[in-house]
Nanobody, 122 residues
Framework: QVQLVESGGGLVQAGGSLTLSCAAS????????LAWFRQAPGKEREFVSHINWRQNTYYADPVKGRFTISRHSAQNAVYLRMNSLKPEDTAVYYC????????????????WGQGTQVTVSS
């Protein structure tokens, strides 16, 4: 059974930092693209960032320059380092995996995690 389990969320003040982790199990994801999404209260889920198997990275405009995605293929894990956090970054953050990264932009990846809450206080 494939599972993606996020961790590292929490409460942080504006300007602070957090690192989210996502551990994958049930199969190897070395050939998969891995991504982070978020969903704020009352809003639709949105793409944040993804990294492909070549380690190429992509970011949504609101997080460029502040967030960094990375992956450790041997550990089947993906990370999201979030710096200079803003109250508008408050959301549940989800990791995702797909063999075709275009599915991330359709918000329909093959696998989803359960999410971890990030709250940024002003």
């Amino acid at each position: 059974q494939v599972q993606l389990v996020e961790s590292g969320g929490g409460l942080v003040q504006a300007g602070g930092s957090l690192t989210l982790s996502c551990a994958a199990s049930g199969r190897t994801f070395s050939g998969y693209a891995l991504a982070w999404f978020r969903q704020a209260p009352g809003k639709e889920r949105e793409f944040v960032s993804h990294i492909n198997w070549r380690q190429n990275t992509y970011y949504a405009d609101p997080v460029k320059g502040r967030f960094t995605i990375s992956r450790h293929s041997a550990q089947n894990a993906v990370y999201l380092r979030m710096n200079s956090l803003k109250p508008e970054d408050t959301a549940v953050y989800y990791c995702a995996a797909d063999r075709d990264s275009t599915n991330f932009y359709l918000i329909r990846p093959e696998y989803w995690g359960q999410g971890t809450q990030v709250t940024v206080s002003s």
